[in-house]
């Protein structure tokens, strides 16, 4: 079973909200939001859905929690982005 992607509509959408090229956080909020990652505790159970995935074994209710882990982590890493490009724009004093 392949692994599991969001639709792309949904990453286009949080693309045009956040706007993660745009450098328009304060510092404060920008090193707060850099900060935001999953536990390792939600790494581990992202890791054994992924593996039940791959193997086949997946329930549909383990497939819906990793769909939203996908989203979640979709989301997250835009937000980190736009915090990258707002703490470098703020380093390079332009």
């Known amino acids: 079973m392949p692994a599991i992607a969001p639709p792309a509509i949904d ?3 949080l693309e045009e909200v956040i706007s993660p ?3 328009t956080l304060t510092a ?13 505790t939600q790494i581990t159970e992202i890791q054994r859905l992924l593996d ?3 193997a086949g074994t997946i ?7 990793l769909e939203s882990y996908t989203r979640v982590g979709n989301f997250l890493n835009l937000l980190r982005a736009k915090a990258r ?3 470098s724009h703020q ?3 332009s």
């Open 85 to 87: 490009v707002t703490l």
């Open 11 to 13: 990453v286009q959408i």
């Open 28 to 40: 404060p909020v920008a090193r707060a939001v850099a900060g935001l990652a999953f536990s390792k």
């Open 52 to 54: 039940k995935n791959n």
């Open 91 to 93: 380093k390079s004093g």
């Open 59 to 65: 329930s549909n209710r383990e497939r819906d929690k």
């Open 21 to 23: 090229d745009q450098p």
